[in-house]
Every structure is written in structure tokens, then in C-alpha cells.
């Protein structure tokens, strides 16, 4: 077998992230709709350009984009610890949900600020309602485990909030280790955090693949730090291609265990693509 172990992303590689946050967005705006005649498309996409807006003007950015810490999790994510830049999340998102929607209503004509604070609990509690792994994804690393690999987790985050993805998706069992960034202090792309994890795991960098959907965090750092390197292309998904050249290149997660215990891709798998 080429490989001891294997790491995985887990926001959009083993959970979904992104498409799920967008749906809470619309069920958030929908609600917004049905109460005030407003138009639910151009609402959620207001609501998303302000959250964009006021997270950059007002988080701790630079520590956030270090750790992989955006947006959308601030529009739900508690925060919880002792570091400054949680402390600083935790008392400022209450606001800042509540601001999203005052000010999407807004550009609708729309003042009700009742309303907004009910649209920002809305959408953080249905984005924890839809915590979902990929399909899958139990499986394959059912399958990688019974062949004898270490299966490790490197993702980007802050720490409750990705334990709690980790939980919700009823794959944490089948990881030998697992580590978050914002618990580390540094994230993805940067090579130290993927030698961290290596190193609880007791594998050599030469010895391991690298499985994510991001190719300017997974596959950049995986590289930088020796890795042999798989790039998850979900369909739809918005990637600089040509960023970085991948060692291979997945669809779907069914392809990765042909992939990693035959030495060769099935499908639309395929080396250097």
C-alpha cells in the first residue's frame, strides 16, 4: 500500500458546509418573505452581501482569515473559549446577526427590528438543524480504517464550533486524531498545523495523502508540507483552478478508496489532474 495514512478536510469534504448555510439562508429569507411580501432571492443575497460587508469591517479578520474562520459561522457559531479573538466574536455576532437583517430588510423598505433579531435566531438554528455528512462519507472511512490506514482530521475553524460539526456528523470515532486550528493557532495553508497532526499520528509526510475540497488550504498546504495531495471537485463548486496541480483529482468521496488502496483512480479520477 503507498500510503499509511490519510488526512481529510471537513467543512464541504466529510460535512456539508457551505450548500447548508445557503439553505438556512433561504429558509431565513423565505420566512422574511411569507411575513412581508418581500422578494425572497434578492433578500437572502442582501443578507449575504452585508454579512460579508460588516465581517470584515468589524471581526477580527485577519486572526479569522488565518484560522478559517468566516461569515457564515459567525452567523451562527458561539464562540466558546478564553482566547481574545473569541471573546471578541462571542460579544460582537449577537449584534451582527441581527444587523444582517435589519439591513437586508432595509434595502427591501422594510423596518422591523422584531424581525431581524427573529431572522438572525432563525438561521442559527436551522444551520445547526442541517448538519449532514456528505454521502458516504462514514463508509469510506469505514473501508480506509479496515485496510489498515491512520485516518486523520485538519480542519479550519473556530474549536466549539467545529467539535460540534465533528459530533453532529457521527464520524467522530473514526478518526486517530483530529486537529482544529483555532485551537493550534494556526490553520491551513500553513504547513506547521499538517506536521502537527503527522505527528500525533506518527507518519511521515511522504507516507500520507491529503483529501480536501479547498486548493488554496488542503492541497497548497499539503503540498508545502510533502504531501501526496487530493483534490475534492464537488460540482458547483467555486475553485481557482490552476492554482495548484493536485496529485489527483476525486468527484465524489466513493472515489478515494480505489484510489488510495489499488494506487489508481476510477471514474473521473486521475493522477496530476
Same mark, same amino acid.
Given at each position: ?88 466574536? !462571542?460579544?460582537? @455576532?449577537? +449584534? ?8 437586508? /430588510? *432595509?434595502? =427591501? &423598505? ?106 488554496? !488550504?488542503?492541497? @497548497?498546504? +499539503? ?8 483534490? /475534492? *471537485?464537488? =460540482? &458547483? ?37
Amino acid at each position: 500500500m503507498k500510503y499509511k495514512a490519510v488526512v481529510f478536510d471537513l467543512d464541504d469534504t466529510l460535512v456539508w458546509d457551505e450548500r447548508i448555510s445557503r439553505q438556512a439562508l433561504m429558509e431565513a429569507a423565505a420566512e422574511a418573505s411569507a411575513r412581508t411580501g418581500a422578494d425572497t432571492g434578492r433578500l437572502a443575497a442582501e443578507a449575504k452581501r452585508v454579512a460579508e460587508e460588516l465581517w470584515h469591517a468589524h471581526a477580527p479578520v485577519e486572526r479569522c482569515d488565518a484560522l478559517g474562520i468566516v461569515a457564515f459561522e459567525g452567523m451562527w457559531g458561539f464562540f466558546h473559549g478564553e482566547d481574545d479573538y473569541l471573546r471578541h466574536l !462571542r460579544e460582537w @455576532v449577537p +449584534g451582527f446577526r441581527t444587523e444582517i437583517w435589519r439591513r437586508a /430588510l *432595509a434595502a =427591501e &423598505g422594510i423596518q422591523d427590528e422584531v424581525l431581524a433579531e427573529e431572522l438572525g435566531a432563525l438561521f442559527q438554528r436551522r444551520r445547526r438543524e442541517l448538519q449532514d455528512p456528505l454521502p458516504g462519507a462514514a463508509v469510506v472511512l469505514h473501508v480506509l480504517r479496515e485496510a489498515g490506514l491512520k485516518i486523520g482530521l485538519l480542519t479550519n475553524g473556530a474549536p466549539d464550533l467545529q467539535w460540534e460539526k465533528i459530533e453532529a456528523s457521527g464520524l467522530g470515532m473514526l478518526f486517530d486524531a483530529a486537529v482544529v486550528s483555532g485551537e493550534l493557532g494556526t490553520g491551513k495553508p500553513d504547513p506547521a498545523i499538517f506536521h502537527h497532526l503527522l505527528e500525533i499520528l506518527g507518519v511521515q509526510s511522504g507516507d500520507a495523502l491529503m483529501v480536501g475540497n479547498s486548493l488554496s !488550504r488542503d492541497i @497548497v498546504g +499539503g503540498r508545502c508540507a510533502g504531501m501526496a495531495t487530493c483534490w /475534492l *471537485a464537488l =460540482e &458547483g463548486e467555486d475553485e481557482p483552478v490552476g492554482l495548484v496541480e493536485p496529485d489527483f483529482t476525486i468527484r465524489s468521496l466513493a472515489e478515494l478508496p480505489p484510489l488510495v488502496l489499488q494506487g489508481t483512480g476510477t471514474g473521473s479520477s486521475s493522477a496530476g489532474t
